[in-house]
Every structure is written in structure tokens, then in C-alpha cells.
């Protein structure tokens, strides 16, 4: 009789006897290949975190998980070998960035400010977002309507029933039922309107003889602000040389402008400074809603080296500036569904301590300039020959 309930109880690996349910539990553990993870993916993730010599980061980790979704959920049956990968050569693809060499033959590649504008403007919910012109109002909301772009930058051009108008053309304005002459001095929105304005300087010219005996005109020079519809028509192209050029190399294209600001940084200035302080240039619309600029999406990289110091590898980026500002570059505008020709102007530079003291060329007690907020001003030139 005891032989026989013997016969049917469950022993441990020790020999010792359990009971029926710790059997079931022994059972399910140990025909489970890959406890206590879930499965075997589950496993290999946290072999690669435990790693010592993959020294992977939360940041690295987070993406090899996205990876699996991807795979997923797209129910993607391939996967590429390590040499398809690791070779990857992207035939076809017009690379946006450029290849480039500081004074001392060091190489660092640099996507230019003006293959950014390119970008937003060919993705339609961001370029929506993007002001191109000031907006004067009395009260501060974004960059736009701050003193910098209302008063010291310009968008040259505006148009009008398929006609394009530029800063400095002459002009017939009909104002108050009469049409007078004047000059087009800027271009801007009115609070929180679409419609355009324009400022104009006008020359009105009146007899005055009869009242002081004198046959000589009276010329009166006034300002008057006007909506861009009340202008009829252009009596005289700019004489304004930037103007000029800017009109030949649009070809009746209309022409936009894109104020940016840059952001100049280096990574030594925190805990990293035990490693390779890496010298970094971002990139900004100037003109997205203050609402969107501190999310990355609209935080654009430009270039980043630990070799090459940090005004060598700015240099190709001011000069692309600089070359939007006074030539302007044709690009597609997904909103107007047509080329135009962009123009663009620094409208803030954005920089730590180290980095203004870089760019502002100050030497501390020896410095010529003692605030770099408050003085530094477009024809200081920094010590790589850069001007800000």
C-alpha cells in the first residue's frame, strides 16, 4: 500500500518530496527556455544593457526598442546583413551638406543654413507656421514683432495682382480718393491681420504762387502708411543696389525673406568636460511662434567637430548667410506652389559664455569691447576673420 502512494509523489531535484502545485510551478519554470525573461528578445535587450563592452545608454537602448515596433508593425520579414548596413552607400541621394577643410587641412561637414530653409519650405505644415514678415503691433508676442526685425531687417519684396514690388521703387498710391507718388519703404502686418502694409515716403508737389507771389513749387515729404492694395502702379524701379541684384536673380520669381537665429555651443562647459569638448552649430526660423522654438523638431543641426575650433567651422555658415542675404538662392515654396527667390539675414545669435567670448574675439581684462551683449556690432570682426 505505501509502495503505491509512493509511486505516485513528486520529488524535488534533491530528492526531497513536494507538493502537487509546487510540481506544476517547478514544471512551468523549467520547461521555459529563456526564464525568468518573457520571451527571447526580451533577453537578448537586456544581455546588450548588461553589456560591458557595448556600454549601451538609455538614449541608444530606447532606439533599439523602437526598432523591434518597427519591425512589428510593419511585419517585416528581411532583415539586412551586418555588411548592408555597415556599408550602406546611398546611390542617387543628392547629399544636403558639405564637405569642408579648417586652416590646418582638418576635415568637418557642414549642412549650410540655406539647405535647412530648403527643407521647411518644401514641408507644408512647417513652413505655415513660419512669419516672413514683421509685424508691428504694441505689444510684444513673437520675434517678429520685437524692435530687431520691425526696424533694422527688411523683406525686399511684396507682391501685388502678379506684380512685384521692392523697397525703394516709386510708386502711385491712391490715398483718401487721390493719387500721389511715393517711395516704398517697408513692407509689414498689422496685429494680428493677414493683410500687408506698406510705409511710404511721398513727394507732393503744390503751387504755391498764389498765396506767397512766388512761382516756385512747394515740395511736402510725408509718410503715410498704406495697405499694399492701395498702391496702382510702379512709376520707377529701385535705385537701391542690394535691391537690384536681388530683382535680376529672382526673374520675376517672388522673392521671400527667412531671418534665422544661430545657436553656438560647446559641450566642455559641463560634466562633459572630462571628454572631448565637441564645438556645436545649430540653426533656428526666426520666424516660427515662440510656442513651437523649444521643441526639437524645429531645432535644426548644422555642423560639430572636437578638432576644429569652433569660428573655423562656423565661417562656411556666415558665409552662406551672408550670401542669401546680398544674392538670394531659388528654391520651391510648397505654399505658393512655385520657385522663389529667398533671401535671409542673421536675426539672433544665441551663445554660452565661452562661446560669446569666442565670437566676440573678448580677452578678458585686455578686452577692447567690455560687453559683448550690449556692444557687439555687425562689422567686428572675429578672430577667424568671421564677421557676426
Request: net charge negative; proline share 4%; charged share 25%.
Amino acid at each position: 500500500m505505501m509502495a503505491g502512494l509512493d509511486e505516485h509523489r513528486v520529488f524535488d531535484a534533491f530528492g526531497l518530496p513536494m507538493s502537487w502545485e509546487e510540481s506544476q510551478l517547478d514544471a512551468m519554470i523549467t520547461t521555459e527556455d529563456f526564464f525568468p525573461f518573457s520571451n527571447k528578445l526580451e533577453m537578448l535587450l537586456v544581455m546588450l544593457r548588461g553589456s560591458k563592452f557595448h556600454m549601451i545608454d538609455q538614449g541608444t537602448m530606447k532606439f533599439f526598442i523602437y526598432i523591434c515596433e518597427v519591425i512589428i508593425r510593419e511585419e517585416i520579414k528581411v532583415i539586412p546583413s551586418f555588411e548592408t548596413i555597415w556599408n550602406y552607400d546611398f546611390k542617387g541621394v543628392q547629399h544636403n551638406c558639405d564637405e569642408m577643410t579648417d586652416s590646418n587641412s582638418q576635415p568637418f561637414t557642414v549642412v549650410k543654413p540655406s539647405e535647412v530653409i530648403r527643407n521647411v519650405l518644401l514641408n507644408k505644415k512647417y513652413s505655415e507656421l513660419i512669419e516672413r514678415y514683421p509685424r508691428k503691433q504694441h505689444y510684444f508676442s513673437n520675434q517678429n514683432t520685437g524692435k530687431k526685425w520691425t526696424e533694422e531687417m527688411a523683406s525686399p519684396s511684396a507682391m501685388l495682382r502678379e506684380d512685384l514690388y521692392f523697397i525703394g521703387d516709386k510708386v502711385k498710391c491712391r490715398i483718401e480718393g487721390e493719387i500721389v507718388p511715393g517711395e516704398i519703404k517697408k513692407f509689414y502686418h498689422k496685429e494680428d491681420g493677414d493683410a500687408l502694409f506698406v510705409d511710404v515716403h511721398m513727394h507732393l508737389e503744390y503751387d504755391a504762387s498764389q498765396d506767397l507771389f512766388m512761382e516756385i513749387p512747394i515740395v511736402s515729404e510725408e509718410w503715410c502708411t498704406i495697405p499694399l492694395s492701395a498702391i496702382e502702379c510702379k512709376i520707377e524701379d529701385s535705385k537701391m543696389e542690394n535691391i537690384a541684384i536681388l530683382k535680376e536673380n529672382a526673374g520675376g520669381r517672388p522673392v521671400i525673406h527667412m531671418p534665422v537665429n544661430v545657436f553656438i555651443d560647446d559641450t566642455s562647459g559641463n560634466k562633459s568636460r572630462k571628454w572631448n569638448p565637441y564645438h556645436l552649430w545649430t540653426v533656428q526660423m526666426a520666424g516660427l511662434p515662440n510656442r513651437y522654438k523649444q521643441q526639437k523638431h524645429y531645432h535644426h543641426f548644422l555642423t560639430v567637430s572636437n578638432k576644429v575650433s569652433i569660428m573655423d567651422i562656423g565661417k562656411p555658415i556666415i558665409d552662406d548667410i551672408n550670401d542669401l542675404c546680398r544674392n538670394g538662392k531659388i528654391m520651391f515654396d510648397v505654399l505658393q506652389g512655385r520657385e522663389v527667390l529667398v533671401t535671409s539675414q542673421l536675426a539672433l545669435v544665441e551663445t554660452d559664455n565661452m562661446m560669446a567670448v569666442s565670437a566676440c574675439k573678448l580677452k578678458g581684462p585686455a578686452a577692447q569691447q567690455n560687453c559683448r551683449i550690449c556692444i557687439v556690432c555687425i562689422t567686428f570682426a572675429c578672430h577667424s576673420s568671421v564677421n557676426l
